[in-house]
């Protein structure tokens, strides 16, 4: 049985309009966000800090390849939530337990001292993240029927919650870096985290029944098979950083080649399954060049911690009447922009129903806007200082292209995955977030002085390009997605 399956609480308008139960997944996903990104908006200032300065001393390039990989990690390690919700434990109790996997990482960062805590921290964030974000929203997209037109509304809804917490987060935490350290605004992250448990914890039980259900059951005889699996895997990734073949300085490298490896595995295993029906074969395969064009958008989007957070804190003024802003609140600019405008592109959609752009369209302006924005850097080289309202117009632009392939991204994957691998599905578009979000940490580091033009344009450009490409390739795509916009 699928997590798509029919819900009694589809027609249900308790929550704008919406399913209620949306308002629980929303609660849980926005303190999520709210620890992660308080989390990641000094993460690169911990790494590469002066230990004076409370921070961890490794050299600036190492530190923004190492963001770029634990976020790229994140995003891969949904395959695991994913699997398990599919084959052994449901959506629902994945989502719980990586909820509280998630908080004992932000634990770790706020009470485990040097390189230890970092370390282990990083590993159970990562990997409780990945389970609860993928298990999210599978669980919105079971909300609604594939021709409900609220479903894109939804999932921007859903994504305004997101931000809510990637606004509070970044405010507070470095609000407490610079008063106490950074120990101390890890540890409201894990505060964060828990109150963002506690709160779902109570509204658990409204949810519908079919949120337990395992979609692809695993034989109890093939278990024991993957324990020895993943034993196998655990031992094979602790020879590699033993043996020295994978070190930090090439972790990020280490990270896209899985995630490419996994993806082509992945497109592979669906197109080939007997599960998988003529017309899911030919939703998967429309599904490979947005694929495509979400790892581009987001080896620049994701570029906001790491090339743009050094570029606050060392090129970007800060002033405001005579006080100078953290460099770390700039995390909270493009949430700001998703709280104001995601109502605005939820209505814009509900309103024009199936009048409204396609997806392919859609993903084209994106990668057309992000490649705008980061051309407009290129007169701001000519200044000594990087005034704050440029800055606050690039994030802005980043923003639109954010509306237009984010929410509408897990939407599609939802409306294109095959019955038989749907959070999988939803694992995969995550997986294209995980490519460009490693990317971002790897591109990061050819930032260089005198080199500056050279980047933006070439960044800038190559998103361009792709964008209209895409926009090309519409009408072939549009007969492979058949009546799915």
């Not at 963002?196 to 337990?212: C, E, Q, S, T, W």
């Not at 695993?218 to 070190?247: E, Q, S």
């Amino acid at each position: 049985m699928s997590i798509s399956t029919p819900l009694k609480d589809r027609s249900s308008t308790g929550f704008f309009g919406h399913p209620k139960t949306l308002s629980n997944l929303f609660s849980i996903e926005m303190w999520e966000r709210f620890s992660f990104y308080g989390m990641q908006a000094i993460l690169a200032y911990y790494m590469y800090f002066s230990v004076v300065d409370g921070g961890l001393g490794l050299s600036k390039d190492l530190a923004l390849s190492l963001v770029g990989a634990y976020g790229g990690a994140v995003y891969l390690s949904t395959i695991l939530g994913a699997w398990l919700a599919d084959r052994l434990l449901g959506s629902e109790k994945v989502l719980l337990s990586s909820a509280f996997i998630i908080m004992a990482g932000h634990i770790a960062l706020a009470a485990l001292p040097g390189a230890l805590g970092l370390a282990i921290g990083l590993v159970l964030v990562a990997v409780g993240s990945g389970g609860l974000k993928a298990n999210a929203t599978a669980l919105v997209g079971s909300l609604y029927s594939r021709e409900d037109t609220r479903r894109d509304a939804g999932f921007s809804i859903f994504y305004m919650g997101v931000n809510i917490g990637g606004l509070l987060g970044p405010l507070l935490t470095g609000f407490l870096h610079q008063r106490w350290g950074f120990h101390i605004g890890f540890a409201a992250a894990a505060v964060g985290m828990a109150v963002g448990v506690g709160i779902y914890m109570m509204g658990r039980k409204d949810l519908p029944a079919a949120v337990h259900v395992v979609a692809n059951p695993l034989p109890a005889g093939a278990r024991k098979k993957y324990a020895l699996y993943l034993v196998a895997f655990i031992v094979v990734v602790v020879a590699l950083f033993a043996l020295k073949i994978v070190t930090p300085a090439t972790l990020a490298n280490a990270i896209a080649l899985a995630v490419i490896a996994a993806s082509i595995i992945y497109f592979t295993l669906m197109l080939r399954s007997k599960r998988v029906t003529t017309v899911e074969r030919k939703h998967v395969l429309a599904f490979i060049p947005l694929y495509i064009a979400s790892a581009a958008f987001w080896a620049l989007f994701q570029q906001q911690f790491t090339f743009i957070a050094v570029y606050s804190e060392e090129r970007l003024d800060r002033s405001i009447f005579g006080w100078e802003m953290p460099a770390s609140w700039v995390q909270s600019i493009n949430p700001v922009f998703i709280i104001v405008l995601a109502g605005v592109f939820a209505t814009l959609w509900t309103k024009l129903g199936t009048r409204q752009p396609g997806t392919v369209a859609k993903f084209s302006a994106s990668l057309m806007i992000v490649g705008i924005a980061f051309l407009v850097f290129i007169p701001l080289e000519s200044l000594e200082k990087t005034p704050l309202l440029a800055l606050v117009g690039i994030l802005l632009l980043c923003t639109l292209a954010e509306l237009l392939l984010s929410p509408i991204g897990q939407s599609v994957t939802t409306k294109l995955a095959p019955a038989a691998f749907g959070t999988q599905m939803i694992a995969l578009f995550f997986l294209s977030v995980s490519l460009g979000t490693t990317l971002a940490g790897i591109l990061a580091g050819f930032y260089t002085e005198g080199n500056e033009i050279t980047y933006f344009l070439a960044l800038g450009g190559t998103a361009i390009v792709l964008g209209i490409a895409l926009l090309l390739s519409a009408p072939a795509l549009k007969k492979l997605m058949g009546e799915v916009r």
